[in-house]
């Protein structure tokens, strides 16, 4: 599958859209339907303002639809009893498909939510496909444990899927945070009802296509679009939904542990933002190097991330220097027509976001920071959602920029003096997703990443990784963790059985 010009990816979504192929309906128990209730609404372009499709608008009627085909083929062991090795290869083959659908993924991803084609088709889609591949690779190669008991005991400790899992994902990164849920949870035979943002919901839409036609048996595998406050809310009060998986804002996590509290104290695992520090240390080995990553590990996706670094803290030794290279780099990263493969900053996630943006833009000026780079919508204002790559110095760490989660492109650069007072401005933060530093030395390395209070912590690299290590938060970041096998604890039970001879 070859990658397209900007004039192919313009005709090939033209046609995707002209004649309205894209598909919006809920995916329940193996067939697309309608909500219920006959209602849609408009799936809008960000990067032109354009109506590209109509989503269902389900609620809890289709809920409850969606939950009872999870519930009954949890129950009738139709996936959960499969053995190990027929999910794997069911797994490996929803892959397959993934990749052999790159192109319209990719294309769906970057109309739905504004991120360049570039990024929807070489990384979030192979990316996506590796996640599921690599949780159905896993799944037949872990043992259980027994105990290590007396001689007149058999005691095993075996895991067990919990029942239902209601994914509920955000619109960054649609596809992929979505297969960081559903491939463990998959893999562990769980059944999944999927519930996309009502901003992104086309790639999820389509990938339960994919997944029926990988063989995952009808009802294990839902999707239902739909507004949080009616489809989430029904999912998290649903009495027959056994956990919760969820990846978004910190407002919206606090209400799942509610819903739980109110219903049956269904699992509640929660992935929920971060505003992360950067860490550059005058011995920094290679600043160049660190200010290209700090760029890009801020400005990435239109810096709608939740482990980017927005705040950048810098030895004051070398504060000017930095920021002149890191102003530089970021000139990099351009506002573009997100269908054009030259484009590396599409267009944010629809216009209220991006009023939300230079809202902040907005109090950083009035807080007394100073912009060194941006500050402004960009390209087409009226109809389009971009907003240019900002940068503020003069930032102190309890102004509201650098306090709360902007989910755009803007950078909190922070000065420091030692040491000691760049963990302490690093951990003084409600939130613990990420955190990186750049230092030539070895053992301050070692000393401060065990100081830092975040999930994952980053040595002369930003946001490094791949599927092998977890990923999630420490404090209001939320619980539990994505990716690696540690992602399986989420999606299943362990049981003790104990055996006496
Ligand atoms: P953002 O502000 O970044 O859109 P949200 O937390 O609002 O983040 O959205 C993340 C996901 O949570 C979306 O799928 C959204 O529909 C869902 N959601 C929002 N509010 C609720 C709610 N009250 N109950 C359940 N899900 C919700």
């Known amino acids: 599958m070859s990658d397209k010009t900007y004039a192919q990816w313009q005709a090939y979504c033209q046609a995707l859209v002209s004649q309205q192929r894209i598909e ?87 109309l739905d939510m504004g991120k360049p084609i570039s990024e929807s088709f070489h990384v979030d889609v192979p990316g996506s496909a590796d996640v599921i591949r690599w949780h159905g690779e896993a799944i037949d190669k872990i043992y259980d444990e027994v105990a290590p008991t007396q001689d007149d005991v058999l005691a095993t400790i075996t895991r067990e899927p919990i029942g239902v899992v209601a994914a509920i994902t955000p619109w960054n990164f649609p596809l992929w945070l979505a297969c960081w849920k559903i491939g463990p949870a998959l893999a562990a035979g769980n059944s999944v009802v999927l519930k996309p943002s009502e901003k992104s919901s086309l790639t999820a839409i389509f990938l339960a296509r994919l997944a029926s036609e990988a063989g995952i048996p009808d009802g294990v595998f839902n999707v239902v679009p739909g507004f949080g406050h009616t489809v989430g809310k029904a999912l998290g009060l649903h009495m027959q939904v056994d956990c919760l998986a969820f990846t978004g804002s910190t407002r919206t996590a606090r209400t799942l542990l509610e819903y739980a509290g109110q219903s049956n104290m269904k699992r509640v695992w929660l992935e929920a933002g971060g505003k992360n520090p950067n860490i550059i240390f005058a011995d920094c080995p290679d600043l160049d190097k660190a200010a290209r990553s700090a760029a890009s590990g801020c400005f990435y996706n239109q810096g709608e991330v939740c482990v980017a670094g927005t705040r950048l803290l810098v030895e004051r030794s070398i504060h000017d220097e930095f920021v002149q290279k890191v102003v530089e780099a970021s000139r990099y990263f351009k506002p573009g027509d997100p269908l054009d493969p030259a484009t590396n900053m599409g267009a944010l996630v629809d216009k209220q976001h991006q009023g939300n943006v230079l809202q902040y833009i907005q109090w950083g000026q009035q807080g007394g920071a100073t912009l060194a780079l941006g500050g402004e919508a960009a390209l087409d204002a009226d109809k389009g959602a971009f907003v240019e790559p900002t940068i503020f110095t003069g930032v102190n760490n309890q102004m509201r920029i650098a306090r709360e989660e902007i989910f755009g492109p803007v950078m909190a650069v922070i000065p420091f003096d030692d040491e000691q007072q760049a963990i302490q401005i690093a951990n003084d ?9 750049w230092t030539g030395n070895l053992s301050r390395a070692h000393k401060l990443a065990k100081q830092l209070r975040a999930g994952s912590v980053w040595i002369n690299n930003y946001n490094d990784g791949d599927m092998t290590v977890p990923f999630g938060g420490f404090k209001q970041s939320g619980n539990g963790r994505d990716k690696s096998l540690h992602a399986l604890d989420k999606y299943t039970e362990l049981k003790t059985t104990w055996i006496q001879l």
């Not at 289709?62 to 085909?69: G, L, N, R």
């Not at 797994?91 to 052999?100: F, G, Q, R, S, T």
């Open 24 to 110: 919006g309906r809920a995916f329940i128990n193996g067939g697309y339907r309608q909500a219920q209730s006959g209602r849609s609404f408009d799936c809008i372009n960000p990067a032109n303002g354009e109506v590209i499709a109509q989503i269902a608008e389900c609620d809890e009627a289709d809920v409850e639809m969606a939950v009872s085909a999870a519930r009954q083929s949890f129950e009738s062991g139709v996936w959960r009893n499969q053995s190990p090795k027929v999910r794997k290869e069911t797994l490996i083959k929803l892959a397959a498909l993934m990749e052999a659908n790159q192109t319209e993924l990719a294309a769906l991803e970057t």
């Open 429 to 437: 933060t409600d939130y613990g997703l990420g955190a990186a530093l």
